[in-house]
Nanobody, 122 residues
Framework: QVQLVESGGGLVQAGGSLRLSCAAS????????MGWFRQAPGKEREFVAT????????VYADSVKGRFTISRDNAKNTVYLQMNTLKPEDTAVYYC???????????????WGQGTQVTVSS
């Protein structure tokens, strides 16, 4: 089992920045990748970004490319999502997730955090 706890959400004005953190515990060594997803009210959950355990490979959704950066600190078992130039459409609950295996890093995650709210005001 892998436990994930997100933090860092909040209210920010458009154009501002936030950094989300995801602390992992448990059998973290079984995870091949860590990702961020988000779900806005009335919408399905969508992929945002992911990073492999080594940190060599990252993937971003087109909607956040150039604005968001995912990184990880394996010594701290923590993954970060730096979000810059935030837009009102970025408003959502952001979830951290861990993936055990599989080449497609945008789907089929096995463990999920409880989520953290990000609200971007216009």
């Amino acid at each position: 089992q892998v436990q994930l706890v997100e933090s860092g959400g909040g209210l920010v004005q458009a154009g501002g920045s936030l950094r989300l953190s995801c602390a992992a515990s448990g059998r973290t060594f079984i995870s091949s990748a860590m990702g961020w997803f988000r779900q806005a009210p009335g919408k399905e959950r969508e992929f945002v970004a992911t990073i492999t355990w080594s940190g060599v490979r990252t993937v971003y959704a087109d909607s956040v490319k150039g604005r968001f950066t995912i990184s990880r600190d394996n010594a701290k078992n923590t993954v970060y999502l730096q979000m810059n130039t935030l837009k009102p459409e970025d408003t959502a609950v952001y979830y951290c997730a861990a993936k055990i295996s599989g080449y497609d890093l945008t789907t089929d995650y096995n463990y999920w955090g409880q989520g953290t709210q990000v609200t971007v005001s216009s």
